[in-house]
Nanobody, 116 residues
Framework: QVQLVESGGGLVQPGGSLTLSCAASGFLFGSYAMDWYRQAPGKERELVVR????????TYADSVKGRFTISRDNAKNTVTLQMNSLKPGDTADYLC?????????WGQGTQVTVSS
């Protein structure tokens, strides 16, 4: 079965950095685009960034451009989100997502809290 497992969240001060990872299994990872979404309390889930299957193209939300970087390792079935210059507004639950066989699959999420 498809599994997505996030890790790397935590508490960080404004201006700090965190690296999130998503380990995928149960499908041909290198054939599918991967996404990071986030959801803050009381807000709708929003797409943070998408990376195409081979990693050749990425699409970032305007709010994170220049601060976040997505990458993937198709040999290790992992996708990584490097987050720099974090702001309190980045506080949210971050979820890994894949659309596989026409179905949405989500990880359990990892909490990122940006606070002094």
């Amino acid at each position: 079965q498809v599994q997505l497992v996030e890790s790397g969240g935590g508490l960080v001060q404004p201006g700090g950095s965190l690296t999130l990872s998503c380990a995928a299994s149960g499908f041909l990872f290198g054939s599918y685009a991967m996404d990071w979404y986030r959801q803050a309390p009381g807000k709708e889930r929003e797409l943070v960034v998408r990376i195409t299957n081979a990693g050749a193209s990425t699409t970032y939300a305007d709010s994170v451009k220049g601060r976040f970087t997505i990458s993937r390792d198709n040999a290790k079935n992992t996708v990584t989100l490097q987050m720099n210059s974090l702001k309190p507004g980045d506080t949210a639950d971050y979820l890994c997502h894949a659309l596989v066989w026409g179905r949405d699959f989500w990880g359990q999420g990892t909490q990122v809290t940006v606070s002094s």
